[in-house]
C-alpha cells in the first residue's frame, strides 16, 4: 500500500494506540495536520505548545500510556523545550513530533529552520531527524518502544516537510531491532543473594520507594515485599500513591519537606532499601551525613544512576517489578516491632506541630484547604500541582491510596505544570474526580489553557492557592536571606473574571466558612472550575530541611501559641 | 589517570555528536577521540581516551552514561588490557638541505618515514604510541616543527582478549567488577 509520509504518521500512532495528541500545527507541519482528518484520533488544540507538552505528559502519567504531542518548526518545537525537559527530569514517555523545513533545505537557516534535534539532543531520552518518508513507520515504531522500555522518557522525531508529502510503500514493522538498545530485566542470582543476607542482619530496614516503582508497575510486588518482610515504606515526591497512605508500614514523603520521623527513619536505619529511586539531593540533604549507618540495596532499571549519588552496597541494575519477584520468594518474614515503636515515637512527637493540629484561627492555610479538597473527593481524585509552596503541602496533605492520581513536576518543577497536566491526566480518565493546584505565579505561566479546557469540555477543577507572592521563593528568603524580599510579591489579575473570561465558572473564597460550600459546588459543576483561595501570605512549608544541610537537621514549625 | 574505552556505536548520522555531547554533559574530559568504519558497515568504533581523576569509579560512570545511548552497542575499558595502541603525527619540520640527514637520521631511529621533501622543509610520518611520538617530537623541535598533526590513539587488544565491560546485561560483564568498585567508593 502506498500511502504519503503524513499518512503513515497516523497509521502509525493508531498501530500504537494512540487516543489522543496534544498540539499546534505550522507551516511545517501542515501535511500532518491535512492527512490527520481521515483518522480516528482525537486531536486537542492547545493554546501554547508548552501546554501541549505537559499535556501529554499528564496523560502519560494518570494511564501508564505514551502521551503523544506535536508541534511545527522553529519556535513551535522550541516552545516544548520546557515541557520535554519536563518528562526528561521525571522519566515520563512521551513521543514529541515535530515538523522540519525540507531536508534540502536543512543548514540553510530556511524560514523557522531551527536545530530542533541539536537543541533536544541532551532533554530526550533519544530523538531522530526524518528525512525521507520510507523513515517514518520504523522511527516511529522505534520511538515509542524506546519511550516506554527501560527507563522510559520523551523521545522527540523531528519530520521533514518532504517526507510528509512524499510517497512510499507503508510497511509497519513487526519488530523492533536495536542492536546496542536491551535494557535489562533480570539481576544476577548471586547479587540477589547478598541483597537477601543484608535483609536477614537487619534489624532497623526502610524502602525508599520512588517513581520506579509506578514506572514498572511494581505496586503489588512492594507490598508483598514490605508485608512479608515488615518494612515501612517512605515515599519519594513522586513516589506517592505507590504505597497507599493509610497503610501502618506507610511512613510517607522523605527529604526537603519530608516528615520527620520519616527522615530520622532513614537517618537512623540499618538498611535502605531503595526502589526505583535516584537519590536527588532534595531527598538526602548532604551526602556526607546521608543515612550513615545503612548499607544500601539498590534496585535501579538506568544502571547510570547506581553508585551516582549514593554508593550501593548491593547494585541491582534491572526492572523493579521483576527483580522483586525474583527476590520474595527468597525472603524470609520478619516482624521488625521495636524498630516501628521506635518510628511511631518520632511520629507522635512531629504530629503534636502538624498544622493539621492548630485550632482554626479563621485564616486559610493551604494545608487545611488541601485537607478539605482530600476530604470532599473522599481521596480518590487524581491531583496535579504546579510548583512551590502549595505542591510541597498538596504532597503532605492529599493523602493517596494508589498510584497513577498524582502528577507534579518533581524533577525540574516546573512551574505552569500544573493546569495543562490536569488536562491531559483528564484524557487519561474522564470518569475521575480531577483538582489541579496551583499558585497564583506558577498559575499564569500556563493560564491560557483554560480555553483549551473549555473547548474540550475537560472536567478539571483548579484551586489557586493565591497569596500574592512567589511564596516558596519568599519563604526562602526570609528563612536564607534575613528576610530581604526581592521580587517576589506578585499583583494577580481577578482570577475570578479571567476565568469567567475563558467560559470558566469561578469562585474567590476569602474566609474558613465559605471552604466547603465552594468544594462542593465546584465538584458539581460540570466541567472546568476555577476556585481562587485568598491564603495566609506568609505562612512556610515545614519540616524543611535547609539546601545543604543533613536530612536530620530540619526546620520544624514553631509551636503555636 | 587516563582510560582507554573502546566503543562500537550503530553507524548513523549524529552519533558523533551524541557521545561527545555527553561527555560534555557529564564533565568528561576527553583526552582524544578517534573514530572511523569497521569491517562491519552499520558499525562504527572509537577509541576515546578520557581522563579519570577517581580512577574505575569515573570508569563505571562513563560506561553506564554511554549505555543510556541508544545507538551504543558495546563499551570496553581496555586500559589494563593487553593491547596494540597506535597514534600517526605528521610533522612538517623547517630544515634545508644543509641539516636533512639529521632529520633522516632521526627518523630511522624512531622508524619513522619522510613522506614529502620541499626546499626549507620536510613532512615526517611516525605511528606509534603516545611515548614514541612524544619522543619523536621533544627531538625535532629544537630543530623547528612548523606544523603538525596527529590522528589521536587507536586501540585494539590482543589475541581473543576483551577489555572489562562493568556494565550488568552486556555482552559478557562480569559482575564481580561492580563488587570490586564497592570496595573503591569514597
Ligand atoms: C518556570 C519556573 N520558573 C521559576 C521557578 C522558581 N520557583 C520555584 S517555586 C517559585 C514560586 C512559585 O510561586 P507560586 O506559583 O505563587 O506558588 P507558591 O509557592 O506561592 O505556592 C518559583 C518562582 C520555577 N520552579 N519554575
Redesign the interface.
Known sequence: MKLKGAEIVWECLVREGVEVVFGYPGGANMPIYDAMLNYPIHHVLVRHEQGGAHMADGYARASGKVGVSMATSGPGATNLVTGIATAMMDSVPVVFITGQVAAHLIGGDAFQEIDV??IT??IT??NY?VTRADEIAETIREAFY?AKSGRPGPVLIDICKNAQVESCEFIYPAEVE???????MH??R??LDEAVKLIEKAKRPVILCGHGVIMSKAEEELMQFAVKTQTPVANTLLGLGAFPASHELNLGMMGMHGEVHTNLAIQNADLILAFGMRFDDRVTGTLKTYAPKAKKIHIEI???E???NV?A?V?L??DLKTVLRDMIPLLDEYDHDEWKQEISKWRSEADARSIMNWPEDGKLYVAHLIGDIWKASGGGAIVTTDVGQHQMWTAQYYQLEAPNRWITSGGAGTMGFGLPSAIGAWFAAKDQEIWAVAGDGGFQMTAAELTTAVQEGANVKVAIMNNNFLGMVRQWQEFFFEKRYSAVNMRTPDFVKLAEAHGVPARRVTSRDEVDDAIEWARKTPGPVVLEFKVEQEDAVYPMVPAGAALHEMLQRPVKQ | MNYTFIV???NK??VL??VS?LFR?RNFNIESLAVGRTENP??SRMTIVVDCPNGD?DA??LE??L????????VQDVTRQPSVTRDLALIKVKVGPERRAEVNGLADIFRAHIVDVAPDSVIVEITGTEDKIEGMIELLRPIGIMEMVRTGQISMTRGALDGVRR???TVGSR?DD?MD??EM??
Open positions: 534535534t541539536g539532543l541532551p531520552k533519544h531527524l524506546v536495536l542492536s546496542g538498545y536491551k535494557p535489562v539481576s544476577p548471586p547479587l538506568d544502571p547510570a547506581v553508585h551516582k554508593f552496597d547494585p541494575v534491572g | 562500537k556505536v550503530e548520522p549524529g555528536n551524541r555531547s554533559r552499520d558499525v569509579v563505571h560512570k553506564a552514561n549505555y543510556k545511548l541508544v545507538n551504543v552497542i558495546d556494565m550488568p546485561g559482575y561492580i568498585l564497592a567508593m569514597p
